[in-house]
Each structure stands twice: as structure tokens, then as C-alpha cells.
């Protein structure tokens, strides 16, 4: 083979390909292959260490959850001013590995809707929870929180041996074990995040339909400053959470 061919067979191998043409060509003397060889192995040590990661994650699951059924739970929106709470519940197989799960605010907007795919192809079990602006208001994030994630897992259809949630413990589940940042370290933990991400995500930039005044698709619900100067410019709307809103606006909801 020349070696343009050589290195286009290189650059084109998958992950379980190319540690073995590595091996073959590493001493082929051509400029060209060695530059092949030399960009390859650095991709695959990149992508070997990003595999150990995912597995780390996935062992976790398993050494905290047990070898039972495991459902993972995360939210999204706790913080916004306006939409909804959404938290997902997720139960993954251990095989096939969802390569790349992580904390879905470590991901890109591409990346997370990409891996919300793969997890709804290949999870045992998926729950969705919604909590309203109204009931945030009317009831606290507190108890909200709570209720949420206990609606997501029992929303999955499944009776889980053990319920790993991130954070603090909620007291949402009694087979309920908790873990700090466990959205970047545990594998069904991270699936939720990433599901309840693109969920809320897709739900607020329907409501950028509705209210554009507001900016719903590009704030998600969160106050940023444009966000702010817009309900001091328009009011609230019944998608915001007036009791979230008090430090910036004193009025009614106008819609």
C-alpha cells in the first residue's frame, strides 16, 4: 500500500481497530504514515482514558447500587425563574456502555441531545416528573424536589433495588442512596441528568413560541440579565415562578 492509503486506513480505524495498525506501521519510515501514527496514537490514548472514565462511572453504579435494579435520578431547573422543575429517573443495563455520559452541563447542546438517544435506546427504564411554576410557588422547592423525583422513579414502571440520587439525601425514596457531583460520577446518575436536560430544554423552547418577549430557548428559564429586563419590561407570565421573582419585580402576572 502507498502511503496516502496507509494513512487514510489509519485515520479512518475505530477505537478496537487502530491499536493494532498502530503497532503495524509505527516503524513504517514514511513521513506521511509516521504523521498518521503519531495523530492516531494520540486520539486513542485521548479516547482510552475519556472509556476508563465511563467505566469508572458505571463501576461506581454498581459498588454503591449493588448488582440489583438500579435507578438514577437527577433534576434540572431547580434554579430557573421560570418553567417547570423536571427530574428524570433512569435504570441502564450494563451493556451496551453509553459512551460519554457525563454531567449534562459538562456536555454541549449537540452532545447531550445525541446521548439522550442513545440512553432512551438502550435504558431499562425511563421516568419523567414535572413540577409547575405554580406549585414551586405554592408549595416550596423543597417539598417540590420531592415530589418530583419520587413521581420520576415511579414513573419508570419498575421496582427499584436501590435509588442513587444526586445531591443530598431527599428522603424521595426509601431504597434511596445519595452522592454529592454524583452526576459526573455515577453512570445512571449522569443518564438522568442528560434526559432531564433535553426534556426541560425542549418543553422551554416551546414556550419561546408562546411568550418570545422572554427568550425561553436560549435562557431555558434561568435569570440571566436580558431575561430580568424583560419581566421588569413585560410582567410575569403563568409560566414564572413569582415567588422566585420578588428581589426584581413587584407586580402581577399580566398574562
Known amino acids: 500500500m502507498n502511503a496516502r492509503d496507509i494513512a487514510n486506513l489509519i485515520k479512518g480505524a475505530d477505537f478496537d481497530e487502530v491499536e493494532a495498525l498502530i503497532e503495524r506501521y509505527g516503524d513504517d519510515p514514511r513521513s506521511q504514515v509516521q504523521h498518521a501514527v503519531a495523530s492516531a496514537r494520540k486520539k486513542h490514548e485521548k479516547e482510552r482514558a ?21 435507578v438514577g435520578v437527577d433534576e434540572v431547573g431547580r434554579g430557573a425563574v421560570a418553567g417547570p422543575l423536571t427530574v428524570a429517573a433512569v435504570a441502564l443495563p450494563t451493556q451496551p456502555i453509553v459512551w460519554g455520559i457525563n454531567d449534562s452541563k459538562q456536555l454541549t447542546p449537540h452532545a447531550r441531545e445525541e446521548l439522550a438517544a442513545a440512553i432512551r435506546q438502550s435504558a431499562l427504564a425511563i421516568g419523567i416528573c414535572h413540577i409547575p411554576p405554580e406549585d414551586i410557588d405554592r408549595y416550596g422547592m423543597a417539598a417540590s424536589l420531592r415530589t418530583a423525583m419520587a413521581g420520576a422513579v415511579e414513573d419508570t414502571g419498575v421496582d427499584p433495588d436501590c435509588v442513587l440520587i444526586d445531591g443530598n ?33 425542549h418543553i ?24 430580568i429586563a424583560a419581566i421588569r419590561a413585560h ?21
Open 50 to 70: 475519556e472509556r476508563e472514565r465511563v467505566l469508572g462511572m458505571y463501576q461506581l453504579q454498581r459498588e454503591l447500587g449493588g448488582e440489583g435494579l438500579v
Open 169 to 201: 439525601p431527599v428522603h424521595a425514596h426509601p431504597k434511596e442512596k445519595t452522592l454529592v457531583k454524583g452526576d459526573a460520577r455515577v453512570a445512571c446518575i449522569a443518564a438522568a441528568s442528560i434526559v432531564a436536560k433535553v426534556t426541560r430544554d
Open 235 to 255: 410582567g410575569l407570565t403563568p409560566i414564572h415562578r413569582a415567588s422566585f421573582c420578588g428581589n426584581f419585580v413587584e407586580m402581577p402576572r399580566l398574562f
Open 204 to 227: 422551554m423552547v416551546g414556550y419561546a413560541d408562546e411568550y418570545p418577549e422572554y427568550d425561553f430557548g436560549g435562557n431555558k428559564g434561568y435569570g440571566s440579565a436580558e431575561h
